[in-house]
């Protein structure tokens, strides 16, 4: 009986125009409940307090995000201070090691000097002790 059901022409359109009906009955169904949703005063209430409710969460959302970029900036001023003084003492720092370094030419270039000058006393010393010897040599 099975298989004379499912090969059954008037059967299958019996069955598919009952499909048909019942389809077209949900969509009515269907439609009737969204009118009601959208037209009828009480759902509106539903609707507006629904959307007032993803508004508030909107809202608390936003104010979230001003207050954290609000502390961000004053993190972000926070730390161009402590650059803009960091930078300062960098640079004082920088003009102490240059003011050293001329200072380190200064008394490099003082003991090259005194150097040449004790170099200059010898030698003029010895020179001028030869020359009394050799002179004292030649007279006697």
Do not use: C
Request: charged fraction near 25%.
């Amino acid at each position: 009986m099975d298989s004379f059901l499912r090969t059954n022409t008037t059967m299958n359109n019996i069955l598919n125009t009952q499909i048909f009906d019942v389809k077209n009955a949900v969509e009515a169904a269907a439609d009737g409940a969204l009118w009601k949703i959208v037209n009828e005063p009480k759902y509106h209430k539903v609707n507006e307090n629904f959307f007032a409710a993803i508004e508030m969460k909107a809202d608390a959302t936003i104010n979230k995000l001003r207050e954290e970029n609000i502390s961000y900036r004053k993190e972000i001023r926070t730390q161009g201070k402590e650059i803009r003084t960091q930078g300062k003492e960098i640079r004082t720092q920088g003009n102490e090691i240059s003011s050293l370094q001329n200072k380190n030419i200064l008394l490099w270039t003082g003991s090259m000097l005194s150097w040449g000058y004790q170099i200059y006393q010898f030698y003029s010393s010895s020179v001028s002790s030869s020359s009394t010897k050799r002179s004292k040599d030649r007279k006697t």
